[in-house]
């Protein structure tokens, strides 16, 4: 990881970072969870090395092929655009119309996703999306990080040598939105204005 990575890597961290000891924290969790799909957090003690995590905001990648690749996210929008899984799998959209006007987002870049021929065109753009607005998150001995799997795109390094991953899922105790909700296509961006 470049210098300038892992300075954006500890700055997203502590930008999203909650005291999960603090009386408040559910409160908080349920705030920042339901506002930005990401809370980061200290105090575990299962590992002892450093894993770079990699993570994309769902709705960046969706205003930007709105904004750039209209063709491309008509194609990701239909209900067959890519089949997810194994023989037991789904076919499904990469963005998802969710209750209340709401976007969710699935995407995998392994073998487990076979594209329709009319939406295999779009994947390059789409996965150029994803890695242009990629944020490094460098988690220290003792960090982890919760996040909304309907809003945010996350991948990691290679493990090296002895671990210990905790995955966690779960009902939520507060209403969460489902994923997030899309920018506006007609607002001016503020630098033109």
Do not use: K
């Not at 200290?42 to 590992?47: A, E, P, V």
């Not at 067959?80 to 194994?86: I, L, S, V, W």
């Not at 594209?115 to 220290?140: I, M």
């Amino acid at each position: 990881m470049t210098r300038a990575a892992a300075r954006s890597a500890r700055d997203l961290f502590s930008a999203c970072y909650l005291d999960l000891r603090g009386p408040d924290a559910m409160c908080a969790v349920a705030e920042r969870i339901s506002e930005v799909g990401l809370v980061t957090f200290d105090g575990l003690d299962s590992r002892d090395a450093t894993l770079e995590i990699a993570s994309t905001d769902g709705r960046a990648v969706h205003s930007d092929l709105q904004a750039n690749q209209p063709n491309a996210l008509a194609a990701l929008t239909e209900p067959r655009a890519a089949f997810f899984g194994r023989a037991d799998g789904v076919f499904a959209p990469v963005f998802d119309h969710a209750p209340g006007g709401q976007l969710s987002i699935r995407l995998r870049q392994d073998g487990l996703v076979r594209w329709h021929p009319f939406t295999r065109t779009y994947v390059p753009p789409l996965r150029t999306s994803a890695t242009r607005h990629q944020q490094p998150l460098e988690l220290g001995a003792g960090e982890g990080y919760l996040l909304d799997n309907h809003r945010w795109l996350h991948a990691r390094t290679a493990f090296l040598g002895p671990r210990r991953c905790y995955r966690a899922l779960g009902n939520p105790r507060f209403p969460l939105p489902r994923g997030f909700a899309p920018h506006d296509a007609t607002a001016i961006p503020l630098e033109t204005r």
